[in-house]
């Protein structure tokens, strides 16, 4: 079964910081462009970052740039994602995606997903 699984979720106030973790299953990690999502109770999915196959290039959600900062180690086939100064908006379950095309990503028409991890930011 191919997987990704998420790991570093928690709680944290408002201004701390959370650094999240996605191992991928998958046999050819470096094949796929990586990203995440998040998903507040009660709201749409959204899209937070991506990052290309190699980890050259990058895009980002207006409300995380600046704040938020997506790498990916492909020998040990995981992708980060360093979240700064949270805020309680931050507050969601944020899923791992994998997709062969790293253009429009943000549509969210990805071939693999996580299970999520929960992120829960006090003020």
């Known amino acids: 079964q191919v997987q990704l699984v998420e790991s570093g979720g928690g709680s944290v106030q408002a201004g701390g910081s959370l650094r999240l973790s996605c191992e991928s299953s998958l046999p050819t990690f470096s094949a796929y462009a990586m990203g995440w999502f998040r998903q507040a109770p009660g709201k749409e999915r959204e899209f937070v970052a991506a990052i290309r196959r190699r980890g050259v290039g990058s895009s980002y959600a207006g409300s995380v740039e600046g704040r938020f900062t997506i790498s990916r180690d492909n020998a040990k086939n995981t992708v980060f994602l360093e979240m700064n100064s949270l805020k309680p908006e931050d507050t969601a379950v944020y899923y791992c995606?994998?997709?062969?095309?790293?253009?429009?990503?943000?549509?969210?028409?990805?071939?693999?997903w996580g299970q999520g991890t929960q992120v829960t930011v006090s003020s």
């Open positions: 995606a994998a997709r062969t095309i790293y253009s429009n990503f943000e549509l969210g028409h990805v071939d693999y």
